[in-house]
């Protein structure tokens, strides 16, 4: 049995002597781990750098076997984000997010475009694509079966003026129907709507507020999993740029 496929590189766990168990994320195969010989030699190093899209074969006996991975540098995305610290903690949430939330060997076609896109443009700086970041965890969110309504309020049916969301049902509320619950509710950051602001970190914090409730509630709480540390961080890091806007969720 073998597969060849462009593939993003999520993990790379040391083996053995030299080894590697390489996860990857492809559009076909989904997550889909292989044992890399000499992964983790120094030779190979940044070839499975998590970030990275490769061109990766794999080759093993049985479809159900660990099986064996090899590859080719396809775009370095891991090197292009060292100089930016905020990048690179993108980069970091989001292959642990990925590594440890979605299913083995299950087709993600969505969830791979949308990574691949992220990783493609990380030289661009963190800041131009953050609130892509948080579209691409509401759309891992929906690959999971969680995921976010906010099409209409979910107590008018109006769709202008949303400005909230329930954290038990994933539904949007309008700024109307929200008063009176308000500090029950998460805040809905306007770029999630196709408004403005993309460049507010004071938005961004609402989105990744946002989605990471029901991270924590359904994509991890569900398996009493906890959120993995890159996402905390993450969040942590944008935090840091307005500590006085926004108090704790």
């Excluded at 969830?111 to 891992?140: K, T």
Aim: glycine residues 10%; proline residues 8%; hydrophobic residues 45%.
């Amino acid at each position: 049995m073998e597969w060849q496929a462009p593939a993003i590189v999520l993990e790379a766990r040391p083996h053995g002597e030299g080894g590697a168990v390489i996860s990857v994320l492809t559009e076909a195969h989904g997550r889909h781990l292989g044992l890399a010989r000499g992964g983790a030699s120094r030779a190979q190093a940044g070839l499975w750098q998590p970030g990275n899209l490769v061109e990766v074969r794999w080759i093993g006996r049985l479809p159900e076997q660990l099986g064996h991975f090899t590859g080719e540098m396809v775009h370095p995305s891991a090197a292009l984000a060292m100089d930016d610290p905020l990048a690179l903690a993108l980069l970091q949430s989001a292959c642990a997010l990925a590594s440890d939330a979605l299913p083995e060997r299950e087709s993600q076609p969505r969830v791979f475009s949308g990574l691949l896109a992220l990783m493609a443009n990380l030289g661009r700086g963190a800041e131009a694509l953050m609130p892509d970041y948080i579209r691409w965890e509401a759309l891992l969110l929906e690959a999971l079966g969680y995921g976010l309504d906010l099409a209409s309020c979910a107590v008018t049916g109006t769709a202008g003026h949303l400005t909230h969301v329930s954290p038990r049902t994933g539904r949007a509320v309008s700024a109307e129907a929200a008063e009176p619950y308000r500090d029950r509710l998460l805040p809905l950051p306007l770029f999630l709507q196709g408004g403005q602001d993309e460049r507010d970190p004071s938005e961004w914090l609402k989105g990744l507020r946002l989605t990471g409730h029901f991270l924590a509630r359904d994509a991890f709480g569900a398996r009493h999993h906890p959120v993995p540390p890159a996402r905390e961080r993450l969040e942590a890091r944008i935090a840091a740029l307005l500590p006085a806007v926004l108090p704790p969720a």
